[in-house]
Nanobody
Framework: QLQFVESGGGLVQPGGSLRLSCAAS????????IGWFRQAPGKGREGVSC????????YYVDSVKGRFTISRDNAKNTVYLQMNSLKPEDTGVYYC???????????????????WGQGTQVTVSS
């Protein structure tokens, strides 16, 4: 069974950092694009970043460029999201999900991704 488990969320002050982990089971990262998404209260799910499991190419939404870094460890079947200089507007539930490489493109709607994890809450507040 294909499954993701997210962890690493929490409460942090503005300007702080968190590192999220997304552990995959039941499939190999190398054949997928792995995306991090977030959903703030009352809003839709927003794509934040993506990494290609094949070659590690990374993509970021403009609002997080220079602050967030996505990485992968294929041996551990895990994708990470290092979040620095956090802002209150980064608050939300963060999810990871996979999209097959053969049909993936940057900017795909969340509905094109599957195997969503349960999410991890990130709250940025003083």
């Amino acid at each position: 069974q294909l499954q993701f488990v997210e962890s690493g969320g929490g409460l942090v002050q503005p300007g702080g950092s968190l590192r999220l982990s997304c552990a995959a089971s039941g499939f190999t990262l190398g054949y997928y694009a792995i995306g991090w998404f977030r959903q703030a209260p009352g809003k839709g799910r927003e794509g934040v970043s993506c990494i290609l499991g094949s070659d590690g190419t990374t993509y970021y939404v403009d609002s997080v460029k220079g602050r967030f870094t996505i990485s992968r460890d294929n041996a551990k079947n895990t994708v990470y999201l290092q979040m620095n200089s956090l802002k209150p507007e980064d608050t939300g539930v963060y999810y990871c999900a996979a999209s097959p490489l053969y049909s993936w493109y940057w900017g795909q709607a969340p509905a094109a991704y599957g195997n969503w994890g349960q999410g991890t809450q990130v709250t940025v507040s003083s």
